[in-house]
């Protein structure tokens, strides 16, 4: 085991989250949905996307899309955690959305975390 001040580059000091708009919502997602459409809330150990949307390509009612992981792999620096959404280059009409999360220690994470469904308190 190596001591702290000799850990491998590869335990880095973010973990990322990468959604692709298209292949991950619907195609045709990337055209109506903007950063305004996007909110993301990060707790200690505890991430959630909102995204506002069409349910389909073309559809005019809104739908309120979530994505909650809770209990993170470990504790995350909330304020230092961000949100991009920017265009992909090489794919037509797509948008890639990053959640970029500091972690409070450079420890290795095999996955984000653990996915849930419904609401808990």
């Given at each position: ?23 991950h919502l ?17 707790g200690?150990q ?10 389909s390509y073309?559809?005019q009612?809104l739908?309120?899309?979530k ?9 995350i ?12 280059t ?6 890639k ?7 409070s220690?450079?420890k290795?994470?095999y ?11």
């Open positions: 085991m190596l001591p702290a001040e000799e850990l491998p580059t590869n335990f880095e000091q973010y973990a990322k989250v990468h959604l692709e708009l298209n292949a619907y195609y045709g997602a990337a055209e109506s949905i903007t950063s305004d459409h996007v909110q993301s809330y990060f200690k505890r991430l959630e996307l909102h995204i506002v949307a069409p349910g073309g559809a009612d739908y309120l899309w994505m909650v992981i809770t209990p993170l792999s470990g504790e620096v909330p304020e230092d955690s961000s949100l991009e959404l920017k265009a992909t090489g794919r037509f009409g797509s948008q959305l990053t959640l970029k999360l500091m972690k220690k450079k290795r994470w996955k984000v975390g653990q996915a849930v469904t419904g609401q808990r308190i």
